[in-house]
């Protein structure tokens, strides 16, 4: 690698500018963590320094969790982005494989067709899916959203799993099938297996994806015990014109380290599925 | 990749007579579409018939708890004449064009900084990556306590650090407003062009550099002729992906202002779900949505080639 000369060369090309994006990227999240160990009095004196806490207290957390449903949204957010990333990695699957080792007549149709699903933007379509939803009686029912969050994941799964089942030998499948495999035994116990560094990282992107979803389930959930996290805390925890500010930072914290943490564990899988449209290794 | 030879012969069916049920799933046509179908049924049920669906609710007056009645174009006759539409128009180009601006030289910066050698890496790359993982109307609370009228740490660092002697309204007013919005979607879009251009920067050779280096290349000049050629396709395509996402964005604005005050961070989604859920116009929110269609179809069909191409 090409690189300067001597300590002060690396603090002005690494160290400075990496600490300068590391502390603008996490600032905010350091703010949701002191912001909602605050005890209201601290939170609302303007006069007092404002970057640490001086008396940190779990009230926001035990409010949180006593007085509101915050615990049922938790609970809907994870069983419908659990639904949806197995509804999408499964007709993915189903999608990407005939796409990416079989020639028959209409797949470049078909080929087309999904990598436009996958750009057609959601505010595209909210309006008439509210119609629909409403017309299939399933306002205010988590089935709604198990059922939409897939139109937004499939295409995405369906691409990304292309490239790695392409990347598969076909003698391998062949070799099975000469065995008297059907093919879609070679499938699901040869090219399958094979391919599950990508079924990660779609099931991981999808899930991500799935837990970040905000306009249909503010859409369709309009009951309290149906709600997701993000749309409950939007919607809950602003009540008119009062803020329950430590409440609502302790819910975007809580809310959002259950996704951060499965992203941890699988860095490397959801880097792969980010840059896997874009990136060609 | 190598060409591979086409088999002479079909694999035979390994049992039973040619027209077993057997033999006929194994054929590659039979087997593809029972395996698409599902999927493909799917996205047709649930993606393009809401899509034509909406199409057809443009043309119509349609309150939410109504039938319908058909209008033509006269929605789109109305949001012609409709100064808050064209307002909405201009901060949508406004809005989708600054951050791309932003994110892609921020992006940038952040993934050649990143494209260094350095003990904690992994962790560096993971932690600049979280403002795209943590779900946006989360952070977006965080962002609504860092940019309050009163309780600013944005306006108490500046005051404290003697810029401006009293705090800005960050949401109450219109221009800061915009900035406010461009701030949290930068924030949360960067790191999507960096992780993406590093990846792009470490299918580099090294030799190229080397190369380079002893024909005498400066840094700018290794940057020009080396590291942009090769980085070109990666940029285009996040660029486009990002811009289409930009242009459907709800939850941070919805978030953060509503649209507002006066509709100044008003955008499509935004202006569609006022219409057509608060307002509850279906026809009229239809009509919002599918203004952004052509700008957005043009780039769809852009992106849909090239990704075809390669």
Known sequence: MVGGRGLGARMLRLYLPLSLFLILMLFPFYWMLITSIKPNRELYNARIMPLVVYQPT???????????????????????????????????????????RMNFPGAAVVAIGVAATYLVPQ????????????????????????????????????????GYFKSVPRELEEAARIDGASRFKAMTRIVLPLCTPGLLSAGIFAFTLAQNEFLYALIFLAKSDVRTVPVGAITELIRGDVFYWGQLMAAALLGSIPVALIYSFFVEYYVAGLTAGSVKS | MAVRPEPLARPAPVFGRPLSL???????????????????????????????????????????????????????????????FWQVTRNMFFYASVTT????????AMALVMNQHFRGKNLARASLLLPFIVPTALSTIA???????????????????????SGFSWLGNATLAMVSIIIVNTWRGMPFYGITLLAGLQTISPDLYEAAAIDGATTRQRFRYVTLPIIKPVLIIVTMFSVIFTFSDFQLIYALTHGGPANATQVYATYAFDLGMTGGQLGM??????????????????LTLYLRRE
């Open chain 2, 101 to 108: 601006v932003l994110k892609l030289g921020g992006g940038l």
């Open chain 2, 143 to 165: 962002w609504m306590w860092i940019l309050d009228p009163t309780f600013s740490v944005i306006n108490w660092l500046l005051v404290h650090g003697g810029v401006i002697t």
């Open chain 1, 123 to 162: 505010p595209l379509l909210f309006i008439p899916m509210a119609d629909i939803i409403n017309k299939l009686d399933l306002g205010n029912t988590l089935q709604a959203v198990m059922l939409t969050y897939p139109t937004l994941l499939i295409p995405f799964c369906a691409w990304l799993l292309m």
């Open chain 2, 285 to 302: 929110g239809a009509a919002v949505a599918l203004s952004m269609l052509p700008a957005l179809a043009l780039l769809i069909v852009v």
């Open chain 2, 22 to 84: 057997r033999g006929v799933l194994e054929r590659e046509g039979v087997f593809s579409w029972l395996m698409l179908a599902p999927g493909v049924l799917f996205l047709l049920a649930f993606v393009a018939y809401p899509f034509f669906y909406g199409i057809f609710l443009s043309l119509q007056d349609r309150p939410v708890a109504r039938a319908g009645v058909f209008v033509g174009l006269a929605n789109f006759v109305t949001l012609a004449h409709d100064a808050v």
């Open chain 1, 58 to 100: 779990l009230k926001h957390y035990i409010d949180l969790l006593t007085q509101t449903n915050f615990l049922t949204w938790t609970y809907n957010t994870f069983l419908v982005a659990i639904v949806s990333t197995v509804v999408s990695l499964v007709l993915g699957t189903m999608i990407a494989y005939p796409l990416a």
